[in-house]
């Protein structure tokens, strides 16, 4: 009996070391850091999205100035707008608004961005078209 006894308590002793192992080692709950690292070290680049588009007329330029606002994902992201190449001039001159993490940490807190641009060079014959992430939009741009 005292055999018996010893094993089972081993028995029982390597069952609940083995649930701990794979539980893992007590400690603090999992909590979200203010830094998560991104997988490449040189940065990420991708579409996101916007929420306002504003086309207004500067006399004293003599030009249209596009300003696009939204709010980006995380506080040192860099949000900038990109421009296809065209062989030609299009219709509508494709915009893509882009945000950029440069470093290999991100700081997950929404902010919001604010890009101004002139359009003297890159708007189609009748205006131009911005994509984000989840949507595209057209704007005519009035001829000066």
Request: with cysteine.
């Amino acid at each position: 009996m005292g055999r018996r006894t010893i094993s089972l308590f081993a028995g029982l002793a390597l069952m609940s070391m083995a649930g701990l192992a794979a539980a893992g080692p007590l400690s603090k709950p999992d909590v979200p850091s203010l830094t998560v690292p991104v997988w490449s070290l040189t940065g990420e680049c991708y579409p996101i999205d916007f929420n306002g588009i504003d086309i207004e007329w500067y006399a004293g330029r003599g030009v249209y100035q596009l300003t696009v606002t939204g709010m980006k994902p995380y506080t040192n992201m860099e949000v900038s707008l990109s421009h296809e190449a065209y062989s030609g001039r299009p219709a509508y001159w494709r915009t893509l608004v882009v945000g950029c993490v440069k470093n290999g940490l991100v700081l997950p807190l929404a902010a919001p961005y604010y890009i101004t641009m002139n359009l003297d060079r890159f708007v189609g014959t009748r205006g131009v078209e911005i994509v984000g992430a989840s949507r595209q939009v057209r704007r005519d741009v009035p001829r000066s």
